[in-house]
């Protein structure tokens, strides 16, 4: 090896020191260049699918890109890189407003197949995607996915996880080529999630082009994974759940009694709720139905009732418990402590107590007899009662006696003692009746001691303290014929048998028998007899043949209780023996007096006061029993009067007897009977025909009924007129083409004869059969027809069968068959046909008898111009030898319609007579001539316009002219259109020729249908070339040097006012007499020359000369009018345009291929002509308001550009740029991606070899 010496090892370490600087400052800024060229440059992105459901990237698959560039086509090609992407750089200008390209993708290597697309790339739409099956080119979907609902596997609690369903829709329909999703429609799909916790989700949805969803969030709260616990802080309590919510009763000796214990657990689950508890005796469980709520889980915070079987109470061991939520946690086996509970010492007995108190009820009979009926034992007094009771271990707490239905008797309560026995007494008595009816004092005893435990006795005896009583006395036998009778009271002929009905109390033994005797009428008694009753209490007792006399009886119960009489003797004697006959009771009657019968014969009373009717009652054989009357349907007022056999006093002829305050007067008795009576009855019916029914019943219940009819009617006939047509009242329906009366009397007691009709015609008295028949209850109705012209009274009033009278019913009404004839006064308007120009009247005649002006239907309308217009109202009517008239002035212009139909008072209507329509105009046509002026000057377009104006106007009533007194018989052609109720004529515009300047006169002479007629004429004049101007021929020219002006005018008439204005850039001031000359020359024509110096026109900018004169004929002149083509108007401009280089410098080396440079070129009033060279050949450029864009080309020499400015008023300028060399380095030329070059490359290099220059510099002066 050849080994370098230590000053070569240094030259070599200083030249390539120089070449690792150079290099690294070259990375250096390139990589600056490519980040920043990358960081501003944006993209145009095409992902390339084989399939993309599956995302099968196209890998190397050749891509042409084609645009166009300041008139430069471009074009692209590239690969796909290894996820099937391609991107090309685009320039950020183009984005702004969009840019049109082309794209190739291949699909083999001869590129004799491709598929193109034009797309336009926009700023913020560059992510295209194409998908080879479809064949498709679209833009990226950057629309995200939305998540419609969640759904939850379970809503109940569990302790499991549970499943969340999601749905999401995706809508990527951003082109019309590609849609996801069946049918076009957008994609949807389903996701599961499984949730172990409760609290609140957050969900979100990503699509497969990585848009994320908006939130969804689903907050779950029904999984239960937590353990039941104790309420902390909270007792268990033992308590006895029978004793009304009582703690279980402790005894002074420490001993818990109860028949049955039970505890309460306070239990807290946050989750599904305790569904089971389950008890524990010394480790092992115990089953109870009551420990479960499955059905019902107990929510959070809950007090659970268990109650303790018999084999877990002792005095020792231990009580535990388990706890189970209605998903299935369960708790730790918990004992029952003294620490979480309220057993408050170990000794402590729990003690169940299962054995009742004993009971015991009994009576005191020692001063009560005894005696036996069906079965049963009877007392004959009330007797006391004891209760007794014993309980030696938890005592006795309360005694409660009930008798029937459980009335409460007594009770008593020992609830702050311990007590062993007791003893209470109560009597029968003490039982109400209403509990003892049947005779059985019920006793029904309950006791409870401090354990809760019930014992239950009763006890029954029968009490009797009640006397029977003899009821009542019923004869039984045969009818036979009658005897004599004595002084006794009724004798029968064969034996007689009597009933004697015993009874006895509420709460009784019963009846046990019956003793009697009698005492004939010479007051022997007999023997008494003692029998047997039967199942009634009652007992039969036949009389011995030829027996006259009393029979008295008394009976005992079971129990030894007798009846006692009010004599305080044991016997109650009958009240008489009755003779049995078979003579009936006697009824007669008398009724007032009247005049009047019904239509069925019957007595008729007309007046209102009751009906008074005397009624004669007889019996002498038995006598009468009782009277009863009352009237047939009316029988809730029924009225009876009873007589009685043993009355206090004995009855008298002329007694007094009153009954329901009816007084009856006896005219006869027979010892105790009552053999006639005699009353008066007040009858106040309430209907029409009334029925009295008296029933008389003898002592041997023998009738005798009578039926007093009679009729009251204190009502009179009511009377009706009525018509088939009847019409509302009113002044007007009295009349009727034909009429059928129908007559109508409501009364009860109608007869024909009592009809009293009148019946007029015109004042005519006439007779007309009636008819009557009845149509219901009371109501007659007869019929009459009117079919004859003529007017017709009525007058109706009926009489019933009582003579009272009805109202009189008055009526009046005429029949009209004839209608009415309607005439109208035609009118005539000879050859204006239905035109008038002056008021008519119209006369309209009715032919009518029964005329009614209101009934006249004259139905009109007035129109004036499309206006309604209100139509006249006619006179008064009055009657003249034909009929009846009226009339109608129409005196307003317009048109008029008339229909006339008249109806008379019966409703006949006539004919409808109408008129043909017809128009009033009075007024002359309006002539309006438009366009023109009288006595004006005219210097413009000239277009006459004629209108003529009215309702009845007729064009061929119209004529008009246009005519020019220095012509002959000049006329000008017209148009004429009409519209409405107006003509318009339109004359065509007077030609601008001098030959047509003159006077014109337009005369119109207009008549209407009507025949009014108007002319009017009008004067004006044409002056279009009045004023004449000769000019300088300067309008509207660019100058560089100021000069002077002449402007020559001529007019027919002298000028009165003259006036100079001069504008100078838009600014206006009107020129003093002094700053210009006026030479006024001779001729037929008046000439005036105006000399503007040229001092006015100093100044840069635009002038224009305004010349404003007015003539003797008033008409003002203008040379700035566009008739006049006399415009002066030019430009003064005196500077050269600007030229200046934006981004070129002379003696300048570009490295480029090519370069873009800008030129500022403005001038201040007209720009005419721009040259730019470039080696002296011209050079195309671009021109944007100011700013003028060429291209300078890449060339080995030196190039010099020359610019050329010329404005419209001929100043030049001209600006040259030399020694431009524009050309790329051949060796450390780096681009990007889309081929431009890296400035900052360059300057690295630059900065690089200048840091190395000065330090080689610095060392080697060193």
């Known amino acids: 090896m050849k080994r370098v010496s230590k000053k070569g090892e240094n030259v070599m370490r200083k030249r390539y020191g120089w070449l690792v600087i150079l290099v690294m400052g070259m990375v250096v800024c390139g990589a600056t260049s490519f980040l920043k060229a990358h960081e501003e440059t944006p993209c145009f992105t095409i992902q390339l699918w084989k399939n993309y459901e599956t995302k099968d990237p196209i890998v190397k698959q050749k891509v042409t890109l084609q645009y166009e560039e300041e008139e430069t086509l471009q074009t692209f090609t590239q690969l796909s890189d290894e996820d099937g992407k391609v991107v090309f750089p685009i320039h950020d200008a183009a984005m702004e407003k969009g840019m049109e390209v082309l794209v190739f993708i291949h699909h083999d290597e001869q590129e004799e197949t491709m598929n193109r697309f034009s797309i336009c790339l926009q700023k913020d739409k560059l992510d295209y995607v194409y998908h080879k099956e479809k064949n498709v080119l679209q833009l990226k979907d950057k629309q995200a996915p939305i998540i419609t609902k969640a759904t939850l596997s379970t809503y109940q609690f569990s302790k499991d996880p549970i499943l969340i369903s999601l749905t999401a829709i995706d809508d990527s329909n951003t082109s019309q080529e590609l849609t996801y999703g069946e049918k076009g429609g957008p994609f949807q799909k389903e996701a599961v999630f499984t949730i172990v916790n409760n609290g609140r989700y957050v969900f979100y949805a990503k699509d497969e082009q990585g848009n994320l969803s908006a939130p969804?969030?689903?907050?779950?709260?029904?999984?239960?994974?937590?353990?039941?616990?104790?309420?902390?802080?909270?007792?268990?309590?033992?308590?006895?759940?029978?004793?009304?919510?009582?703690?279980?009763?402790?005894?002074?000796?420490?001993?818990?009694?109860?028949?049955?214990?039970?505890?309460?657990?306070?239990?807290?689950?946050?989750?599904?709720?305790?569904?089971?508890?389950?008890?524990?005796?010394?480790?092992?469980?115990?089953?109870?139905?009551?420990?479960?709520?499955?059905?019902?889980?107990?929510?959070?915070?809950?007090?659970?009732?268990?109650?303790?079987?018999?084999?877990?109470?002792?005095?020792?061991?231990?009580?535990?418990?388990?706890?189970?939520?209605?998903?299935?946690?369960?708790?730790?086996?918990?004992?029952?402590?003294?620490?979480?509970?309220?057993?408050?010492?170990?000794?402590?007995?729990?003690?169940?107590?299962?054995?009742?108190?004993?009971?015991?009820?009994?009576?005191?009979?020692?001063?009560?007899?005894?005696?036996?009926?069906?079965?049963?034992?009877?007392?004959?007094?009330?007797?006391?009662?004891?209760?007794?009771?014993?309980?030696?271990?938890?005592?006795?707490?309360?005694?409660?006696?009930?008798?029937?239905?459980h009335h409460l008797l007594k009770k008593q309560q020992w609830d702050d003692e311990r007590k062993e026995e007791f003893h209470m007494k109560v009597s029968t008595s003490d039982i109400p009746l209403q509990y003892r009816k049947d005779g059985a004092c019920f006793f029904y005893v309950e006791g409870s001691d401090h354990a809760g435990n019930i014992s239950k006795t009763s006890y029954t005896c029968y009490v009797d303290d009640q006397r029977p009583t003899i009821a009542f006395f019923r004869l039984q036998g045969q009818t036979h014929k009658p005897v004599a009778k004595t002084q006794l009271e009724l004798f029968y002929e064969e034996p007689l048998s009597v009933y004697v009905q015993a009874q006895d109390g509420e709460a009784s033994s019963g009846i046990a028998f019956i003793q009697w005797y009698t005492i004939d009428a010479m007051g022997v008694k007999s023997d008494i007899h003692k029998e047997l009753t039967d199942d009634h209490g009652g007992l039969s007792i036949p009389l011995d043949d030829g027996f006259s006399?009393?029979?008295?009886?008394?009976?005992?119960?079971?129990?030894?209780?007798?009846?006692?009489?009010?004599?305080?003797?044991?016997?109650?004697?009958?009240?008489?023996?009755?003779?049995?006959?078979?003579?009936?009771?006697?009824?007669?009657?008398?009724?007032?007096?009247?005049?009047?019968?019904?239509?069925?014969?019957?007595?008729?009373?007309?007046?209102?006061?009751?009906?008074?009717?005397?009624?004669?009652?007889?019996?002498?054989?038995?006598?009468?029993?009782?009277?009863?009357?009352?009237?047939?349907?009316?029988?809730?007022?029924?009225?009876?009067?009873?007589?009685?056999?043993?009355?206090?006093?004995?009855?008298?002829?002329?007694?007094?007897?009153?009954?329901?305050?009816?007084?009856?007067?006896?005219?006869?008795?027979?010892?105790?009977?009552?053999?006639?009576?005699?009353?008066?009855?007040?009858?106040?019916?309430?209907?029409?025909?009334?029925?009295?029914?008296?029933?008389?019943?003898?002592?041997?219940?023998?009738?005798?009924?009578?039926?007093?009819?009679?009729?009251?009617?204190t009502m009179a006939p009511n009377v009706n007129l009525l018509f088939e047509d009847q019409k509302e009242e009113g002044a007007d329906n009295g009349y009727f083409t034909k009429r059928t009366a129908i007559l109508q009397i409501q009364e009860q007691n109608f007869i024909e004869k009592g009809v009293d009709l009148n019946i007029q015609k015109d004042h005519k008295q006439i007779q007309m059969d009636l008819h009557w028949q009845k149509v219901s209850k009371d109501i007659y109705e007869a019929r009459l027809s009117f079919q004859k012209d003529g007017t017709y009274a009525l007058a109706l009033q009926a009489y019933d069968a009582g003579k009272l009278a009805s109202k009189k019913q008055h009526t009046i009404f005429t029949i009209d068959t004839k209608p009415p004839i309607v005439t109208i006064d035609r009118l005539d308007s000879g050859n204006t046909k239905g035109f008038f120009h002056q008021p008519q009247r119209i006369t309209i005649q009715v032919d009518e008898t029964h005329f009614d002006a209101t009934r006249m239907k004259i139905d009109g309308v007035a129109k004036q111009h499309d206006r309604l217009l209100q139509f006249p109202k006619p006179t008064p009517w009055k009657k003249g030898k034909d009929g009846y008239f009226t009339h109608l002035d129409f005196v307003v212009d317009g048109t008029y319609e008339l229909?006339?139909?008249?109806?008379?008072?019966?409703?006949?209507?006539?004919?409808?007579?109408?008129?043909?329509?017809?128009?009033?105009?009075?007024?002359?046509?309006?002539?309006?001539?438009?366009?023109?002026?009288?006595?004006?000057?005219?210097?413009?377009?000239?277009?006459?316009?004629?209108?003529?104006?009215?309702?009845?106007?007729?064009?061929?009533?119209?004529?008009?002219?246009?005519?020019c007194a220095n012509q002959t018989k000049t006329k000008l052609a017209y148009q004429v259109k009409e519209r409405g109720k107006q003509l318009?004529?339109?004359?065509?515009?007077?030609?601008?020729?001098?030959?047509?300047?003159?006077?014109?006169?337009?005369?119109?002479?207009?008549?209407?249908?009507?025949?009014?007629?108007?002319?009017?004429?009008?004067?004006?004049?044409?002056?279009?070339?009045?004023?004449?101007?000769?000019?300088?021929?300067?309008?509207?020219?660019?100058?560089?040097?100021?000069?002077?002006?002449?402007?020559?005018?001529?007019?027919?008439?002298?000028?009165?006012?003259?006036?100079?204005?001069?504008?100078?850039?838009?600014?206006?001031?009107?020129?003093?007499?002094?700053?210009?000359?006026?030479?006024?020359?001779?001729?037929?024509?008046?000439?005036?020359?105006?000399?503007?110096?040229?001092?006015?026109?100093?100044?840069?900018?635009?002038?224009?000369?305004?010349?404003?004169?007015?003539?003797?004929a008033g008409n003002a002149n203008d040379n700035t009018a566009y008739t006049k083509h006399a415009i002066v108007k030019f430009m003064m401009d005196q500077n050269a345009p600007q030229i200046d280089f934006m981004n070129l410098n002379a003696h300048t080396r570009y490295d480029a291929n090519k370069r873009k440079v800008q030129v500022f070129i403005r001038d201040n009033m007209q720009l005419k002509k721009v040259t730019i060279l470039v080696n002296g050949k011209a050079l195309a450029y671009e021109k944007k308001e100011d700013m003028y864009t060429f291209m300078l080309y890449q060339s080995s020499l030196p190039q010099q550009v020359n610019v050329y400015a010329e404005d419209a008023a001929g100043n030049i300028q001209t600006i040259s740029c030399e020694d431009i060399t524009i050309l790329p380095h051949p060796s450390y030329t780096l681009q990007t991606p889309n081929g431009q070059p890296y400035g900052y490359v360059f300057v690295g290099i630059i900065l690089v070899g200048s840091v190395a220059y000065i330090y080689k510099r610095r060392k080697h002066a060193r």
């Open 216 to 405: 969804y969030e689903v907050k779950v709260q029904n999984i239960d994974t937590t353990i039941p616990t104790l309420i902390s802080g909270e007792k268990i309590t033992l308590y006895d759940p029978h004793g009304d919510g009582r703690r279980p009763h402790t005894t002074l000796f420490q001993t818990c009694f109860a028949k049955e214990f039970a505890i309460r657990i306070p239990i807290m689950d946050e989750g599904s709720g305790i569904a089971k508890v389950t008890l524990f005796s010394d480790g092992l469980p115990i089953e109870n139905d009551c420990l479960s709520f499955a059905q019902h889980p107990q929510k959070e915070d809950a007090v659970f009732v268990v109650r303790l079987p018999e084999e877990m109470v002792k005095a020792q061991g231990t009580i535990s418990f388990s706890l189970e939520d209605a998903v299935g946690n369960c708790s730790d086996v918990i004992p029952i402590t003294r620490e979480n509970s309220n057993i408050k010492a170990a000794h402590n007995d729990i003690l169940l107590e299962k054995q009742a108190m004993q009971l015991h009820i009994s009576a005191d009979l020692t001063t009560a007899h005894q005696y036996a009926n069906k079965d049963v034992i009877w007392l004959d007094q009330h007797v006391p009662i004891t209760i007794q009771g014993t309980d030696t271990l938890s005592g006795i707490y309360e005694v409660r006696i009930y008798t029937k239905q």
């Open 549 to 713: 006399g009393w029979l008295y009886a008394m009976t005992q119960d079971y129990c030894h209780h007798s009846s006692k009489a009010s004599n305080h003797q044991a016997y109650v004697h009958s009240q008489g023996i009755v003779i049995r006959h078979q003579l009936n009771p006697h009824l007669s009657y008398q009724l007032p007096h009247t005049p009047y019968q019904d239509i069925e014969g019957l007595p008729l009373y007309t007046k209102s006061a009751p009906i008074t009717i005397h009624l004669r009652m007889q019996d002498k054989d038995s006598g009468i029993q009782k009277v009863s009357w009352r009237l047939l349907g009316d029988e809730e007022n029924t009225h009876q009067l009873l007589c009685d056999l043993q009355p206090k006093q004995a009855y008298q002829v002329d007694q007094k007897l009153k009954q329901d305050e009816q007084s009856f007067h006896i005219t006869g008795v027979n010892h105790n009977l009552i053999t006639s009576l005699e009353t008066d009855i007040a009858v106040t019916s309430k209907g029409n025909h009334s029925t009295l029914e008296v029933v008389l019943v003898d002592w041997h219940n023998r009738t005798d009924t009578v039926h007093i009819s009679f009729c009251k009617d």
């Open 899 to 963: 229909q006339v139909q008249a109806e008379d008072k019966a409703g006949q209507k006539s004919e409808s007579i109408s008129i043909l329509p017809f128009t009033i105009d009075t007024q002359k046509p309006q002539i309006e001539i438009m366009g023109v002026t009288a006595n004006t000057a005219y210097q413009g377009m000239v277009k006459p316009v004629i209108i003529c104006r009215d309702a009845a106007i007729d064009r061929h009533l119209v004529s008009v002219s246009l005519t």
């Open 984 to 1112: 318009r004529y339109q004359f065509s515009s007077i030609p601008f020729q001098r030959t047509f300047d003159g006077i014109y006169t337009v005369s119109v002479k207009a008549k209407d249908r009507a025949g009014n007629q108007s002319e009017k004429t009008l004067t004006f004049s044409v002056n279009r070339f009045g004023s004449v101007y000769e000019l300088p021929k300067v309008s509207n020219a660019y100058y560089r040097h100021p000069f002077a002006i002449e402007i020559t005018e001529s007019n027919v008439t002298r000028l009165l006012e003259q006036q100079v204005f001069l504008s100078v850039n838009g600014s206006v001031q009107k020129l003093k007499k002094e700053e210009y000359t006026v030479v006024k020359n001779k001729g037929n024509w008046y000439q005036y020359t105006y000399h503007l110096p040229k001092k006015l026109f100093q100044k840069n900018g635009r002038y224009q000369v305004y010349l404003l004169s007015k003539d003797a």
